[in-house]
């Protein structure tokens, strides 16, 4: 019988432990526990994924290693590109360098990337960023152009997921979906020019409210349209009070503190004012589908 525990092996139980122990520390101290506990929660998922994809191939650069199926061979030199372009603006503009590299799993279908997540409906993502790990759909399958690295580079998840796990790491988890989801965009619009216009997402009709963003933005019926006020939201800080300001709201989320006290102490103004400028902002300064 074979009793010696392989490296992935030890990898996953020193996971489950690590999870195991976050759950009892957040029984035993109930109040802000994702500051020092999140981490142990991030890097018990990011074992289980590894091992999950011990048996896939892998192909490391200076920042990333990324894990792929043999189909995907040809794929894998233009994420390894696109990966790399991401790492540096994206960093950069947090002043956060990673310690360790980052992990990039790519499917080569929908099917599979939908499985990973337990999804059970029709999401089509190219890319999703969860526990430590960024997860895309293998370029060939969306593209229009599948050898077009710009094209890639340019309209591909790279910039918008890495953005969602270094700001992740700076946080730790303290932040609502709205502003990690309005801030990737953001990142992407000024590394790459890149917006998420469509016919439904217009600023200028009936918005979503701060509330429902808040408290229930992945189930919102028009996402292109929660997806793009986050993003107007998020364009407000920045362009009216200045890039200064908008990293003082991550630095306060950072802290622990509260959205809401993140944007009030920052922006010296309450919530329900901060909500209802960047609606106004928005109407006036943001383009819609169709605009020049």
């Given at each position: 019988?074979?009793?010696?525990?392989?490296?992935?092996?030890?990898?996953?139980?020193?996971?489950?432990?690590?999870?195991?122990?976050?759950?009892i520390?957040?029984?035993?101290?109930?109040?802000?526990?994702?500051?020092?506990?999140?981490?142990?929660?991030?890097?018990?998922?990011?074992?289980?994924?590894?091992?999950?994809?011990?048996n896939m191939?892998?192909?490391?650069?200076?920042?990333?290693?990324?894990?792929?199926?043999?189909a995907?061979?040809n794929?894998?030199?233009?994420?390894?590109?696109?990966?790399?372009?991401?790492?540096?603006?994206?960093?950069?503009?947090?002043?956060?360098?990673?310690?360790?590299?980052?992990?990039?799993?790519?499917?080569?279908?929908?099917?599979?990337?939908?499985k990973?997540?337990?999804?059970?409906?029709?999401?089509?993502?190219?890319?999703?960023?969860?526990?430590?790990?960024?997860?895309?759909?293998?370029?060939?399958?969306?593209?229009?152009?599948?050898?077009?690295?710009?094209?890639?580079?340019?309209?591909?998840?790279?910039?918008?997921?890495?953005?969602?796990l270094?700001?992740?790491?700076?946080?730790?988890?303290?932040?609502?979906?709205?502003?990690?989801?309005?801030?990737?965009?953001?990142?992407?619009?000024?590394?790459?020019?890149?917006?998420?216009?469509?016919?439904?997402?217009?600023l200028?009709?009936?918005l979503?409210?701060?509330?429902e963003?808040?408290?229930?933005?992945?189930?919102?019926g028009?996402?292109?349209?929660?997806?793009?006020?986050?993003?107007?939201?998020v364009?407000?800080?920045?362009?009216?009070?200045?890039?200064?300001?908008?990293?003082a709201?991550?630095?306060?989320?950072?802290?622990?503190?509260?959205?809401?006290?993140?944007?009030?102490?920052?922006?010296?103004?309450?919530?329900?004012?901060?909500?209802?400028?960047?609606?106004?902002?928005a109407?006036?300064?943001?383009?819609?589908?169709?605009?020049?």
């Amino acid at each position: 019988m074979r009793n010696i525990m392989t490296t992935n092996e030890l990898a996953a139980v020193a996971g489950l432990l690590a999870l195991v122990l976050a759950v009892i520390l957040v029984l035993q101290f109930p109040v802000h526990p994702q500051m020092w506990l999140y981490p142990l929660a991030r890097e018990a998922a990011q074992a289980k994924i590894k091992y999950e994809t011990r048996n896939m191939a892998s192909y490391e650069t200076a920042h990333f290693i990324i894990k792929f199926e043999p189909a995907e061979t040809n794929m894998v030199a233009m994420v390894a590109e696109a990966a790399e372009a991401a790492y540096t603006p994206v960093t950069k503009e947090f002043n956060y360098p990673l310690k360790e590299k980052t992990l990039i799993v790519m499917y080569n279908n929908k099917a599979e990337l939908r499985k990973a997540f337990g999804w059970s409906g029709d999401e089509n993502a190219m890319g999703v960023y969860w526990g430590g790990v960024i997860q895309i759909l293998s370029p060939k399958v969306w593209l229009r152009n599948p050898h077009s690295i710009s094209e890639f580079i340019r309209t591909g998840p790279m910039v918008h997921e890495f953005t969602h796990l270094v700001f992740d790491h700076i946080t730790n988890g303290n932040y609502p979906r709205w502003f990690t989801e309005g801030l990737a965009q953001y990142v992407e619009y000024r590394v790459n020019g890149y917006e998420w216009l469509t016919s439904k997402n217009s600023l200028k009709g009936n918005l979503y409210t701060m509330n429902e963003l808040d408290s229930d933005f992945d189930n919102l019926g028009n996402q292109s349209l929660a997806y793009r006020e986050s993003l107007a939201a998020v364009r407000y800080i920045a362009d009216v009070y200045g890039e200064e300001k908008l990293q003082a709201v991550i630095h306060n989320l950072a802290a622990g503190k509260s959205m809401q006290t993140a944007i009030a102490q920052a922006l010296g103004m309450d919530y329900s004012a901060y909500a209802k400028a960047w609606q106004d902002w928005a109407r006036i300064n943001m383009k819609d589908f169709g605009s020049i």
